[in-house]
């Protein structure tokens, strides 16, 4: 089993709302990745959770708040975007190697996000 | 630095052969990926290679040279159903976990 699910699929939000972005896996897997994609552009990393804690913030603004409750779960916390933040929002897992050995990254669905 | 190169776009005829080429520079190197993204949809993992040489599952191939930082994905007996953009992704020991080409967008036309 490689799936990785995410809610909701769909999202609108005025910029002043709060909503949050959830992802589930059930690989036993030990890191966990938030990617924000524009239309035909390749994936761009947010952030990456190794054991439930972050390692990886790419320098995102802090409208964006990850949140890791377990090692099955992530969230991605969301407040006052900006219409330029509307993308697909992809969450994704992966084993976590030894250093030193390639992760295969596991990519759920994805929520498509509109700020308006 | 590290650097990802592939065709922005290729098209192919329905049951034809396409290689989608991939050249990078990178600094240190676990490994390559590629993932197939149709529009819309969440990106899925086709292949790995960490050593020189081809990997072959079904009609889906993928090569690597290391010393010359060049991979490419073959795809056999083209489908509509191939139809997607064709993403290189490399595994460095950098801080970023994996670099994402751009993508290649294949079309296949009857």
């Known amino acids: 089993d490689t799936e990785v699910t995410q809610t909701p699929k769909h999202l609108v939000m005025g910029m002043t709302n709060k909503k949050s972005l959830k992802c589930e896996q059930h690989?036993?897997?030990?890191?966990m990745y938030w990617y924000k994609q524009k239309a035909k552009k390749p994936p761009e990393l947010m952030f990456v959770?190794?054991?439930?804690?972050?390692?990886i913030n790419e320098s995102v603004p802090s409208r964006f708040s990850p949140e890791c409750p377990n090692s099955s779960l992530l969230n991605l916390h969301l407040h006052a975007l900006q219409p330029e933040d509307s993308a697909l929002y992809l969450c994704?897992?992966?084993?976590?190697?030894?250093?030193?050995?390639?992760?295969?990254?596991?990519f759920g669905p994805g929520t498509r996000l509109t700020v308006l | 630095g590290q650097n990802i190169d592939q065709p922005t776009e290729m098209t192919a005829t329905e049951g034809a052969i396409v290689q989608i080429n991939c050249t990078y520079q990178?600094?240190?190197?676990?490994?390559l990926f590629w993932y197939q993204q149709h529009a819309g949809e969440a990106p899925t993992f086709l292949s790995y290679n960490v050593l020189d040489g081809l990997e072959e599952k079904g009609r889906f191939s993928s090569f690597l040279s290391r010393s010359k930082g060049y991979s490419y994905l073959l795809l056999k007996e083209l489908q509509m159903k191939d139809s997607a953009s064709y993403l290189c992704?490399?595994?460095?020991?950098?801080?970023?976990?994996?670099?994402f080409g751009k993508g290649t967008r294949l079309s296949v036309i009857a």
């Open positions: 690989m036993g897997h030990r890191a």
């Open positions: 994704a897992s992966s084993q976590l190697q030894r250093e030193g050995l390639a992760d295969t990254q596991y």
């Open positions: 992704a490399v595994s460095n020991s950098g801080n970023t976990p994996l670099v």
């Open positions: 990178t600094s240190g190197f676990n490994g």
């Open positions: 959770y190794s054991y439930e804690k972050l390692s």
